[in-house]
């Protein structure tokens, strides 16, 4: 806080819709600010944050006060597991990774974590997840309070709150306050979510609360049958409430909750799956359910999440609310309303549950014995014979083994090489990058990169497709046992048995052809022709997040012609005919994929406006997010492109299915001579955690460079690689397409706009297999380059000095001769006005090189060893084009008087 006043980080915060109140050390706030408003927030306010010397931090009022922002305070100092902050993320992300990314998180100084958002909905302070203090917990506070000399005899288990919300009435203290920090975004970056999103965010985090529930459950009296007792949720038997013997070997509700599937019931009751996820804990599967009749994202239930248990959150179900039920309560609740008796019988008369047999005569207890095994051995088969339904055993098997008290135990076994043929066999493949392996799944021609992550859910995706019950087991028990053994099936070592992916199979440009995938097909460009292929008859593989999410139809030239993208194209042209066909070649260059080793050039794209400060806006961003939505386009940043610090990773975004890099807005000086490897061999992907890769020159992606400025570097080396156009000065700040054709590109545009826009695209592509890299007239990019090497002072003395471009073209060759290179600098620094330290001598050469290059003069060096002196006279030779003759030095022509330069 040394660097900044309190007030000012108050007013900033009160700035972008924030309540800030100051606090005290122990967080008590510093004014009565329950009756406080941002509107009635002045100078006098702000003073109290600098002014009082007991203010130790800001908080901010939660709720409509601050725009309905709502935090979720998860408290790490009480999580025995040492992983709520991990399970609470990992569940978020796994329902909804973009609900993630609209949070903000920030870390408290005992080590919790503040998830920040704004909602519609108002909530007031919740405690959403809890657990009860443990043995060594308790201990402590009593040796606490015997420390204190409080009152000890009386301290009992209560509860430790893990999570709960600062809403509507409450505040919470955040940075700068002492100890806190961001870890994703800050204050600015608090966004609003959904009532529904912001539903799910509570209902995940009440999932975590440890705190024991009692079900009220009127248990009906049936003579002869044994009750079940619900406890937390759980059926037992309760010895206490036996007064007789049970009448059961095995109770229905015991067989009801081993053998019955509770997702298939709740399925067929109406009840919606929508999304299904390995817990963080162990692996095991837990299930996201949606109560009927509602269409919203809410999340009304889940199961698994309490193993073995649904949880319903929704009030408007026939299930109790926020507690766990095993199959049987689900059922019982669902289809008899909370009657035990009717449930009970309902299930017995399904099968469920074995009887003993009835004493008939005073047998011995042998045969008494005999005839209770006998029902169990019934029991075992009917039980096999329920549960086999088809036989599968693809990549595991069932051992079936009966304990001596009549139990079974079923016991699925995984075989690794027949589940690593079987990924196989469902299109992973491995590819090698660096020492590490990437998955690629390939469904018929389409791959994409798949996550382990990715390939469980596949797996997991599947297992749900099959029936219920096979193999003498049901669904959920093999994916179970798939999930708590996932990190061990999908370890990397097995993975990378899996066949390799096959990259010259990849849809890639040829010479003469350039392909864009649609939802109906590929589309085909030729030099003659382009034409809809459909995927039945295409045969590479295609990238799945290169596909465009439309149904594709080549509109007609008249379309195309009269289309606003088109007349953009126009109007940055410079209203000019051949420039504007030029144009589209150079567009249709950066969207083929084909990398032609004769032409390893980037597309530069800048203004041609000169000026002396930078301004853009003439439509560079427009082109490059135009040709985005034809090839799969990664963004650098171009300030970053001259940091000696530059991050090593900076180009781990791209992949084999990076089709641009666009390096935006490279500031003045630019050294794109650094880019000579990228362009011309490949470029080498460092990506964290993984060895390097390198990405050959015909696979790596076409390079678009925009800047406001102009790129420098001189020569052959340079020229040929890059291709460099000016965008006229039609557009700037104050006038913008919009001005021009009344609406924003790509946003508002509707299905038939986005069918032309596509077809001029298309028609860019051909242009360039027809004509090839396009020729450009420049505007004024020669002066700009001039202008950028130099200074504005140089460049006026030069003109001065040697005459513009114009005038030493017009007056043809003629010899300017062996110039003094003292006399000339100094020359030039009394013209400037400068010291010798601000323009050194070899800076001052380097502007005479780009003048005459720009002018159309030839400069030579030409320097003499002097004996009497270590020193040497330096002159520059300055001839137009073919006319070098030096002769007559330019001092006997002028009578100028040498000067021996000392360097």
């Not at 696979?699 to 102009?710: D, G, Q």
Request: with cysteine; proline share 4%; charged share 25%.
């Amino acid at each position: 806080m040394s660097n900044y006043k309190w007030s000012a980080i108050a007013k900033r915060m009160a700035a972008i819709g924030l309540l800030p109140i100051p606090c005290k050390n122990n967080k008590d706030s510093l004014v009565k600010w329950r009756d406080l408003s941002l509107h009635k927030l002045d100078q006098n306010y702000f003073d109290v944050f600098d002014t009082n010397q007991k203010v130790a931090g800001i908080a901010i009022v939660a709720g409509e006060r601050s725009g309905g922002l709502e935090c979720i305070d998860i408290d790490c100092k009480y999580d025995i597991t040492g992983t709520l902050y991990d399970d609470v993320l990992n569940n978020i992300v796994g329902y909804d990774h973009e609900l993630f990314n609209k949070l903000v998180i920030a870390k408290t100084p005992s080590g919790g974590y503040h998830l920040l958002y704004r909602t519609g909905i108002s909530r007031r302070n919740m405690k959403l997840a809890r657990r009860m203090t443990t043995m060594d917990e308790l201990d402590q506070e009593v040796e606490q309070a015997k420390i204190d000399g409080r009152p000890h005899n009386n301290i009992k288990h209560h509860p430790q709150v893990l999570i709960e919300t600062r809403g509507e009435g409450g505040y919470f203290l955040g940075w700068p306050s002492p100890g806190y920090e961001w870890v994703k975004g800050n204050y600015a970056d608090i966004q609003n979510i959904s009532d529904q999103e912001s539903n799910i965010i509570i209902e995940i985090c009440k999932a975590f609360d440890q705190l024991p529930k009692q079900v009220d459950i009127n248990e009906a009296s049936a003579p002869g049958v044994t009750l079940p007792v619900f406890s937390s949720g759980a059926i037992e038997q309760s010895a206490q409430k036996i007064e007789k013997p049970s009448k059961y070997v095995i109770t229905p509700w015991e067989d009801y909750n081993n053998r019955s599937d509770v997702v298939s019931y709740l399925t067929s009751a109406g009840w919606t799956i929508v999304r299904s996820i390995p817990s963080p804990d162990d692996g095991r599967l837990v299930v996201y359910l949606k109560r009927p009749g509602t269409s919203d994202k809410d999340v009304s239930a889940t199961y698994n999440h309490v193993p073995s248990k649904v949880y319903c959150f929704s009030s408007s179900t026939t299930l109790p609310q926020n507690v766990p039920l095993s199959p049987f309560e689900v059922y019982m609740n669902d289809a008899h309303s909370g009657n035990v008796k009717d449930a009970v019988a309902a299930i017995l008369s399904m099968g469920y549950g074995v009887l003993k047999e009835k004493k008939t005569s005073d047998r011995a207890k042998d045969q008494l014995q005999q005839g209770v095994m006998s029902n169990i051995d019934r029991a075992i088969v009917r039980n096999m014979d329920h549960v086999r339904g088809e036989v599968l055993e693809l990549f595991w098997v069932v051992n079936i083994i009966q304990k001596k008290d009549g139990d079974i135990r079923k016991e699925i076994v995984f075989h690794q090489y027949k589940f690593i043929k079987w990924l196989e066999g469902r299109g992973l493949r491995c590819r090698q990058s660096g020492d590490k392996y990437e998955m690629i799944m390939v469904d018929g021609i389409i791959c994409s990169y798949m996550t382990k992550k990715q390939i469980a859910d596949h797996v997991i995706d599947w297992m749900n497709e099959l029936p219920s019950r096979f193999d003498f087991i049901d669904r959920m028990q093999l994916i179970e046992n798939f999930t708590k053994g996932a990190e061990v099936y999908l370890s990397d070592i097995r993975l990378s048995m899996v066949k390799e992916f096959d990259e010259d199979m990849v849809m890639r440009d040829i010479m003469e052809e350039s392909y864009i995938p649609f939802k109906n097909g590929v589309l085909i460009i030729t030099r003659h022709d382009i034409k809809m292929t459909p995927y039945s008859k295409f045969h590479k593989y295609v990238w799945k997040d290169q596909i465009k999410d439309f149904k594709f139809t080549m509109p007609s030239e008249g379309e195309i012609d009269g289309f606003v993208f088109s007349q953009f194209l126009y109007n940055i042209s410079g209203r000019d005919m051949d420039r504007y066909k030029s144009l589209m070649g150079l567009l249709g260059y950066s969207m083929v994929t084909f990398k032609d080793p004769a032409i390893p050039a980037a597309v530069i794209l800048c203004d041609s406006k000169v000026s002396e400060r930078s301004e853009g806006g003439t439509g560079k961003g427009i082109l490059v997010k135009a040709m985005s939505y034809i090839r799969n386009t990664v963004y650098e940043d171009g300030k970053m492109a001259n940091k000696k610090n530059q991050s090593e990773f900076r180009f781990s975004r791209i992949s084999l299915s990076t089709e641009i890099l666009h390096i935006s807005d490279v500031e003045k000086g630019f050294d794109f001579e650094a880019m000579f490897s990228l362009l011309t061999e490949g470029l080498p992907i460092n990506r964290k955690y993984k060895a390097e890769e390198f990405i050959p020159y015909s696979k790596s992606p076409k390079v678009v460079i925009s800047t406001n400025y102009t790129v420098g570097g001189r020569g052959s080396s340079h020229d040929r690689r890059r291709i460099e156009f000016e965008l006229a000065d039609h557009y700037n700040a104050r006038r913008t397409p919009y001005t021009d054709f009344g609406h924003h590109f790509f946003d508002s545009w509707n299905e038939d706009q986005w069918g032309i826009f596509y077809g001029v695209m298309s028609r860019c592509i051909q242009m360039y297999l027809q004509n090839g890299i396009p020729s450009f007239v420049g505007i004024n990019l020669d002066l700009r380059k001039f202008k950028d090497e130099t200074s504005g002072e140089f460049v006026s003395w030069f003109f001065t000095k040697f005459g513009s471009k114009d005038e030493v073209s017009e007056m043809g060759p003629r010899v300017f001769g062996k110039v003094h290179f003292s006399s000339i600098y100094n020359e030039y620094l009394q013209y400037a006005g400068l010291e010798r330290h601000e323009t050194r001598p070899q800076r001052f050469l380097k502007y005479m090189a780009s003048g005459c290059s720009y002018v159309g003069l030839d400069m030579k060096e030409d320097s003499s060893r002097k004996t009497s002196y270590d020193s040497y006279e330096r002159y520059l030779i300055i001839t137009s084009p073919n006319k070098l003759d030096v002769s007559i030095p330019v001092d006997k022509l002028t009578g100028q008087i040498k000067i021996t330069d000392i360097i």
